[in-house]
């Protein structure tokens, strides 16, 4: 009689266990666009992963309670969700937003940097920022708005350089990189002024 009684406790602590445990998906979109977001990394402490093709992960055997998360992704901004599981399979959506603005990365002269140029870099919603060059490793125009940008470098005795780049967001936090090399003036206009105050007609002039 023992021997059932105690039988009968580990069932009905096996059939506790069980109850209550439901399967979890959680999805992930794009907040603009409401896509889905491939490879975000969803954590709490009580599971984690990455998410699908379709954005999402699926939990099995999960007890009720509630569970906080947060929600990782390259180019996406830190996501925080909650899901409450009580004896039934749910379904929750988290959107997260994309990254509003990147580093910009200038190389200005090969092989070695050219200090002294001034960059000027022109933009959406009246952007408008300058810097001048002398950093071994890039020099940086940072948290730059999402868009496309002109820009023009100047350095006296070289050529104007002007051109375009997009700035978006890149995996691995590398930043933008544009490089550019001008190149040096080797010669000038020179003008002869004489006579005064006008000019004396019918001089020769010679230069060596």
Same mark, same amino acid.
Do not use: H, W
């Given at each position: 009689?023992?021997?059932?009684?105690?039988?009968?406790?580990?069932?009905?602590?096996?059939?506790?266990?069980?109850?209550?445990?439901?399967?979890?998906?959680?999805?992930?979109?794009?907040?603009?666009?409401?896509?889905?977001?491939?490879?975000?990394?969803?954590?709490?402490?009580?599971?984690?992963?990455?998410?699908?093709?379709?954005?999402?992960?699926?939990?099995?055997?999960?007890?009720?309670?509630?569970?906080?998360?947060?929600?990782?992704?390259?180019?996406?901004?830190?996501?925080?969700?909650?899901?409450?599981?009580?004896?039934?399979?749910?379904?929750?959506?988290?959107?997260?937003?994309?990254?509003?603005? *990147?580093? /910009?990365?200038? &190389?200005?002269?090969? +092989?070695? !940097? @050219?200090? =002294? $140029? %001034?960059? #000027?870099?022109?933009?959406?919603?009246?952007?408008?920022?300058?810097?001048?060059?002398?950093?071994?490793?890039?020099?940086?125009?940072?948290?730059?708005?999402?868009?496309?940008?002109?820009?023009?470098?100047?350095?006296?005795?070289?050529?104007?350089?002007?051109?375009?780049?997009?700035?978006?967001?890149?995996?691995?936090?590398?930043?933008?990189?544009?490089?550019?090399?001008?190149?040096?003036?080797?010669? *000038?206009? /020179?003008?002869? &002024?004489?006579?005064? +105050?006008? !000019? @004396?007609? =019918? $001089? %020769?002039? #010679?230069?060596?």
């Amino acid at each position: 009689m023992k021997k059932i009684y105690s039988l009968f406790i580990c069932l009905l602590i096996a059939a506790g266990a069980a109850f209550g445990q439901s399967t979890v998906t959680l999805r992930v979109l794009d907040s603009g666009s409401n896509d889905p977001v491939e490879g975000a990394t969803i954590q709490s402490i009580s599971f984690n992963g990455q998410t699908n093709a379709l954005g999402e992960i699926v939990i099995n055997n999960v007890p009720d309670g509630i569970y906080d998360f947060t929600v990782t992704a390259e180019c996406y901004s830190l996501g925080l969700g909650s899901v409450t599981v009580a004896g039934a399979d749910v379904v929750d959506e988290t959107a997260i937003d994309p990254e509003p603005t *990147n580093n /910009v990365f200038f &190389f200005v002269g090969s +092989p070695f !940097t @050219l200090s =002294g $140029a %001034t960059i #000027n870099l022109t933009g959406p919603n009246g952007y408008d920022e300058s810097i001048v060059t002398g950093a071994i490793l890039g020099d940086l125009f940072e948290n730059v708005p999402i868009g496309d940008y002109n820009y023009t470098i100047t350095l006296d005795c070289y050529e104007t350089v002007t051109g375009t780049v997009t700035v978006e967001c890149l995996g691995g936090g590398q930043g933008v990189s544009v490089f550019e090399n001008p190149q040096e003036i080797t010669s *000038n206009n /020179v003008f002869f &002024f004489v006579g005064s +105050p006008f !000019t @004396l007609a =019918g $001089a %020769t002039v #010679n230069m060596t």
